[in-house]
């Protein structure tokens, strides 16, 4: 989510072991204990309390053509649920925006507004932009509190469908097709629900108990789950489904290719990300390996979660190494402000060369690097500066440079990148009856543009199965 102008986040947390924690130095393991932990990820941003949300809603100067619900991939009515906060009717306020968007508190925390909805409302030009994330954030944990309401529903139908992938464009697609009338199966390879949302998006940005509750909500609509049972082929559901929809990700790391990658001390950001995660779900300690000097390889939101979450478990010396300029880093603004508050530091225009170290990391070579062009991205193209060799101490590297599409999906038309070519309108896949959605179509990207292809996805596969033959 990007961060609005208040940025009331306190000052920065320090970690403070218990006193019988155990302590080490270098690559020694540190054990964190689980009530430490809780406390070194408390979530970032506080919420409305009710007068304040009334208020801000009364902002609101109710456009006729509301271009902020015309900026919302997901198609949430925004002025009219801001219409209901104002008059706190706060159920119907959460109804209009689950109508659309199955997962209001998760997107409310982690969309970024100031890019969408909010960059579009007209307030902006007389004041500043109404907050209509954290609107949207009061109105689903008001729900959660007091307990969800149901959402209406057709007759079912007797027709099963399947959904491959249970990420934001998987949970998204099983809702909708549910509410539709089928009988939904929802294939997921990991142990837990939720995708991005639960293993790669740190606590202080999204607490896991919200994403657990939403999960939990669409199943409480009748939504099957199946974890631990991985797919290999999608389109072969086909012999025993009606219709497939693919919302399995990009979950393979990218690599830097270099000499030194595979020593001990280099690791992804999504496993690092991954693990504290899990920790916090299974309520147990942490243990870690990290050193005292970090350095994070990346520009992108990935790179700024673990370069925050390295702070956040008492790493004194954090660094953020990237080969262009702060300002052409694709992490959001209001992100990047967030590891500043949090002591992380920027090295930019370097690019690493090799990893160093005898049995394990004991430092990264780099070139300094100059802009000169454009890109095939449009961004300047960085040309390593011959001659210019440095080095950076550090105990661990973590990349976050990037994830790509896991293996091929056999039958499925796909681009060069291995991300599946659908329909624009439609989310259709070279396969009649297949449709997929999310990362693994779009590449590394936002969760409600995932919910977006998942409800325009479902729509269009009823229309498919209802449809003349």
């Known amino acids: 989510m990007v961060r609005q102008a208040h940025h009331d986040w306190g000052k920065p947390y320090v970690l403070s072991l218990s006193k019988d924690a155990r302590t080490g130095m270098g690559n020694e393991n540190v054990m964190i204990y689980y009530q430490d932990l809780v406390k070194a990820f408390q979530e970032l941003e506080t919420g409305y309390s009710p007068q304040e949300a009334v208020a801000e809603a009364a902002r609101c100067v109710g456009c006729e053509d509301a271009p902020c619900a015309k900026a919302c991939p997901a198609g949430v009515e925004v002025a009219k649920f801001i219409r ?39 307030s902006k030009e007389l004041a500043s932009p109404i907050k209509i994330g954290r609107l949207q954030r009061f109105a689903a944990d008001q729900e959660l509190e007091k307990g969800p309401k149901p959402l209406k529903s057709l007759p079912p139908k007797g027709i099963k469908v399947a959904v491959v992938g249970a990420g934001p464009a998987g949970l998204s697609a099983a809702t909708f097709l549910k509410r539709l009338g089928y009988d939904v199966d929802l294939y997921e390879a990991e142990s837990l629900p939720g995708g991005v949302l639960t293993y790669s998006i740190p606590p202080y940005r999204l607490p896991k108990q919200v994403v657990q509750q939403e999960v939990n909500y669409i199943r409480s609509l009748g939504v099957r789950i199946h974890t631990r049972h991985p ?8 012999d025993l489904y009606r219709a497939v929809f693919i919302g399995t990700g990009a979950n393979r790391p990218s690599r830097l290719g270099i000499h030194g990658e595979d020593l001990p001390g280099v690791i992804q950001a999504v496993d690092f990300l991954r693990e504290v995660n899990l920790a916090l779900i299974e309520k147990r300690d942490f243990e870690r390996s990290l050193g005292d000097r970090v350095v994070v390889i990346g520009g992108g939101n990935a790179a700024i979660d673990g370069a925050v979450t390295a702070r956040r478990l008492g790493i ?20 990047r ?55 950076i101490s550090c105990d661990t590297a973590v990349l976050a440079i990037g994830q790509e599409p896991g293996k091929g999906f056999p039958g499925l038309k796909q681009d060069p990148k291995g991300l599946i070519e659908v329909d624009g309108e439609t989310q259709a896949s070279s396969v009649p009856g297949v449709y997929a959605g999310g990362d693994a179509v779009r590449g590394i990207n936002t969760a409600v543009r995932a919910v977006g292809d998942g409800k325009r996805a479902a729509f269009a596969a009823d229309a498919w199965i209802q449809g003349p033959k």
């Open 337 to 391: 402000a967030v590891a500043q508050h949090e002591g992380v530091r920027f090295w930019t225009l370097a690019s690493p060369i090799r990893f160093l170290g005898n049995g394990k990391l004991s430092s990264v070579e780099c070139l300094e690097v100059q802009l000169s062009g454009e890109d095939e991205t449009g961004r300047m193209r960085p040309v390593p500066l011959t001659g210019t060799e440095f080095r």
């Open 84 to 122: 209901q906060v104002a008059s706190r009717n706060l159920s119907g306020a959460i109804r209009l925006i689950k109508e659309e968007n199955i997962l209001a508190g998760t997107c409310a925390r982690i969309c970024p507004q100031s890019s969408l909805c909010e960059g579009k409302c007209s």
């Open 231 to 238: 797919v290999d082929d999608p389109v072969a559901l086909l």
């Open 316 to 335: 004194p010396e954090v660094t953020i190494l990237y080969r262009r300029t702060e300002e052409e880093m694709p992490a959001w603004d209001g992100e």
